[in-house]
C-alpha cells in the first residue's frame, strides 16, 4: 500500500511541475498566452509532501525490527541504517524552514534549500 502512495505522490508532483502554466510553453516563453499557477506553493507542497513520504518509508520497517527473533547485533546495525535514513527526514525539515520567496524567481528562491 505505502508503494501506490508514494508512487501515486511522485506522479502526482510530476505531472504538477508539467503542467504549472497551461499551455505549458508558458512556463519558459514569456511571450506565450499562458495561466500559470503560484509555483511557491507548489514548492511547499512539493516539501512537506516528500518529508511525509520521508517518515512513512522511515516508520514502515519497524514492526519487524522489533521483532525478538533477530539477534542484537542485527538490531543495532538496522538501527544504525535506518539512523542514517532519518537524516534525510531531517534535512527535508530544515529544507522547508529555508524556503522563501525571492521577487518571484522561483530557480533564485529555491538556491538556498537545494544547498
Known sequence: MAIFLIGGWCLGQFL????LCLPVQGFWDMNTQARCRD????????????????FITLVLPMPAIWRPNLPKTQKWALFG?????????????VRVTTLGR?????????AASSC
Open 16 to 19: 504538477s511541475v508539467v503542467f
Open 39 to 54: 509555483q511557491f506553493i507548489g514548492v511547499y507542497l512539493n516539501a512537506v509532501g516528500t518529508l511525509v513520504t520521508d
Open 81 to 93: 541504517i535506518f539512523g542514517i535514513g532519518s537524516f534525510t527526514s531531517a534535512i527535508s525539515i
Open 102 to 110: 525571492s521577487d518571484g524567481d522561483l530557480t533564485y528562491g529555491a
